[in-house]
């Protein structure tokens, strides 16, 4: 069993590291359509920083998030953009500044991806309590958020809280996140 939970926490860990490209694209475009259409210089540097990201050029990608942030120290993307490429290069401690720093911009609390950033980047330093924290905001702003009850299932599994996090792979693969009954089927089963 332990080599299982091994081989899923190398798997999350690898998962976090390697799909964010695909979902950057996806989070991005349901902040767009959140966010007014912006124009102005910081968003052009964001949107070359996102061309950058996109291309795993993560160091280019945060000196253009920067310079986004210098033009507008108030664009929420520019600060969750720089955190997923940071996280990329595993500067967890700095991502995880710049989530909570899009987090402290947004007083509504309606990012949910921010959230699931920084929980992300949180589980990553072995913060697997704040990292639930973090999916509970993100699941309460969207309670159909699928991933964040996947990524909360994994990091309540690896707080020995095997009940909840077999419930969360279920809700995750009940609301379309199907790998999560991969993991129903090799942590959840009584053996």
Do not use: W
């Not at 081989?7 to 490209?21: D, E, R, S, V």
């Not at 967890?92 to 950033?117: C, H, M, Q, T, V």
């Amino acid at each position: 069993m332990k080599k299982i939970f091994n081989i899923y926490l190398l798997g999350a860990i690898l998962m976090f590291m390697g799909i964010n490209t695909t979902l950057f694209a996806q989070e991005n475009n349901e902040q767009a359509t959140e966010n007014t259409v912006d124009n102005s210089e910081a968003a052009k540097l964001n949107k070359e920083g996102e061309t950058k990201y996109f291309a795993k050029e993560y160091k280019e990608a945060i000196v253009l998030f920067n310079k986004s942030i210098q033009k507008d120290s108030l664009y929420l993307k520019a600060y969750i953009n720089r955190g997923k490429a940071k996280r990329e290069l595993l500067d967890l401690r700095g991502a995880n500044a710049d989530f909570k720093k899009a987090i402290e911009l947004n007083p509504k609390e309606k990012d949910k991806d921010a959230y699931l950033s920084r929980g992300n980047a949180k589980f990553l330093t072995g913060d697997y309590q704040g990292s639930i924290q973090d999916y509970d905001k993100a699941i309460e702003i969207d309670h159909k958020y699928s991933e964040a009850y996947y990524r909360r299932g994994i990091s309540k599994y690896n707080t020995s809280d095997k009940d909840g996090a077999c419930l969360d792979f279920s809700k995750a693969g009940e609301l379309g996140y199907y790998k999560a009954y991969d993991m129903i089927k090799d942590l959840c089963r009584d053996k």
